[in-house]
C-alpha cells in the first residue's frame, strides 16, 4: 500500500508541476480582451472555441463525429458599442459605477431623474399621478428606484410593479453592493440602469450613449474531444465545462471570467492531457460547453442532440469555478449519487488534498442540469475560497489563486481510476 502510494505521488507531482504553469497561460489567454469575455461582441465565444480546438489537437485528443464542434443558435441581447452614462461633469465607469440590465434597450437620452422611495412605490395614487405626467414626454425622464434600506418582503413586494414600470419608461436602482451581471436573451422597451448609490447625485440630469443590439439566432457552438480507452470499452467517463462567459459591457469593457469558468476549461484541458498520456480503461469525452450564461444553453442543446448518446454515460464531472479551493470543493448532486460522493470523500482523505469535500443536493446551477433531468448520473464539483468575484468584472486571471488546482487534479484522475 505504502510504496504503491508513493508511487502515485511521483507519477501526479510530475503531470501536476509540468502542467501549471501550461494551466496558467490557457487560463490568461482565455480572459484576455482578445477573447471579448467569450461572449458575443466580436465572436468572443468563437474565437474562444477555435483556441480549445487547437488546444485539443496539441494534446492529442480526437474529434468525435465529424469535427469538434456541435453548432447551435440562440438569441442574445449585445453591447458592442457606445457604453456611456454621465451626471452632470461625472463621467461613471462601466461595471464600476454602473452596470446596465442585460435585456436593456440602448439609445442616447438626456434624462431628468425622478427618484422613488418604497413607500412612495406602493402609493397606487401617488404612483398612477406619477407616470402618466412622466409618459408626457418620453425618454425625457428616468425613474429612479431607491430601495436601499427597505426590507426584503417589501422588497419582494416591489419587484413585480418595478417591472411594470420598466416596460414603460427609462429606470435606474440604485445598488450598495457590487454588481451581478448576466446574459440577456431578448430586450426590454427602455432603458434599464443600475447604478452605485455612492455616486448617484440626486436630481441631476443623467445623460446616456448605449449601444444595444439583439442578435437573433447567433450561431455558436459547443466544442467536443475523446480519448478512446487503452482496450476497447463501451463505457464512457464525461467531463464538462462552459468556457462562455458574459463577453462585452460596451466596446471598452469585458467580463473575463477567469474562475468563471476559464478555470474549469483550463482543468479539462489538463484532464484531457493527462489521459492521453495514460489512457483510462474508459472512454472519455470532453466538452465545453457554450451558452452556459445565457441558462444552460448549449448543454440543453447537448441533451437534446447528443453526439454520444446519453445512456452510453457511465458517470459526468461537470466543473465550474475551479480557480481557488482553499475551504475544499463542493459536490452538487453528491446526494443523489452517494457511492460516487463517497469514493471522492475516501480518496480526498487517503491522499490528504484538500480541506473538504462538501456535499449537496441538486440544484440547477451548471451544465450538469440537464443531464440530471434525463436520467444521466453526473455530479457538479466547484471550489470554495476567498475569491468572491462572481459575474463581475473584477473575476481576472490575477484573482486566480489555483490554491488547490493541483489537488483536483489528483483527486479527479484517481475517482476516474477507481470508478
Ligand atoms: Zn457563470
Known sequence: MRSTLILLFIGFSTVVNSQ?????????????????????????DSIAA?????EFKKIGAEAYGDGFYQDFQLSVNTFPGAMALSQGE????????????PSSK??????????????????????????????????????????????????????????????LMPVAELVDKKFTWSVGREQLYFPYFQIQDSVYQKGVQLEM?????????????????????????????????????????GADTHFPGANDNA????????????????????????????????????SKFYTEHPL??????????????????????????????KKEFDLLQKINKELDLLAKVKIRGPAANSDHYWFTEKGVPAIFIYTMGQNSHYHDIFDTYEELSFAEYADITKLLIEFVKRM
Do not use: W
Not at 487503452?230 to 467517463?237: D, N, P, S
Open 90 to 101: 461625472k463621467q461613471l465607469v462601466p461595471g464600476l459605477h454602473f452596470s446596465i440590465n
Open 263 to 298: 478555470s474549469g476549461t483550463a482543468m479539462l484541458l489538463t484532464m484531457a492531457k493527462y489521459f492521453k498520456e495514460h489512457p483510462s480503461k474508459y472512454n472519455i469525452l470532453f466538452i465545453a460547453f457554450a451558452g452556459e450564461e445565457a441558462g444552460l444553453v448549449g
Open 209 to 249: 450613449n448605449v449601444d444595444a443590439k439583439v442578435i437573433e439566432n447567433y450561431q455558436t457552438q459547443n466544442v467536443i474531444a475523446y480519448l478512446p480507452a487503452k482496450k476497447k470499452c463501451k463505457e464512457t467517463i464525461v467531463f464538462t465545462a462552459h468556457y462562455d462567459h458574459l463577453g462585452r459591457m
Open 308 to 337: 454520444l448518446k446519453l445512456k452510453k454515460i457511465k458517470f459526468l464531472v461537470n466543473l465550474d469555478i475551479m480557480g481557488s479551493g482553499e475551504h475544499g470543493v463542493t459536490v452538487v448532486n453528491g446526494t443523489l449519487f
Open 20 to 44: 501549471i504553469e501550461e494551466i496558467r497561460r490557457i487560463t490568461e489567454q482565455l480572459c484576455s480582451p482578445e477573447f471579448h469575455g467569450r461572449g458575443y461582441v466580436n465572436h468572443g
Open 50 to 54: 477555435a483556441y480549445l480546438v487547437e
Open 106 to 167: 440602448g439609445g442616447q437620452y438626456s434624462m431628468h431623474p425622478t427618484e422613488v422611495s418604497a413607500a412612495q412605490i406602493l402609493d397606487l395614487d401617488y404612483m398612477r399621478a406619477l407616470i402618466s405626467e412622466i409618459l408626457r414626454v418620453p425618454n425625457s425622464q428616468i425613474m429612479v428606484f431607491n430601495f436601499l434600506g427597505a426590507s426584503k418582503d417589501t422588497v419582494k413586494q416591489i419587484l413585480p410593479i418595478m417591472h411594470e414600470i420598466a416596460q
